[in-house]
């Protein structure tokens, strides 16, 4: 699975991530962004947000595209 770039996660934007919890199982928590924590323009693991209801993780997915 490749990793989405920061320049197509954009603030407001309903997205799929994985929280550090969750890093083992995989398991997909969906939200919308309210900050993004990081700097650089890609990460091996994802982009990692802060989603407006408070929680943290990496982008895998961007919600209403397809990841083919």
Not at 18 to 38: M, P
Request: hydrophobic fraction near 30%; charged fraction near 30%; glycine fraction near 10%.
């Amino acid at each position: 699975m490749s990793t989405i770039p920061r320049n197509q996660i954009k603030i407001g934007q309903r997205v799929r991530i994985v929280l550090k919890a969750d890093q083992r199982t995989g398991k997909l928590t969906e939200g919308i962004v309210k900050d993004l924590l990081t700097k650089s323009s890609t990460h091996p693991h994802g982009i990692k947000v802060r989603l407006e209801n408070g929680q943290v993780g990496r982008v895998k997915e961007l919600v209403g595209e397809t990841n083919n």
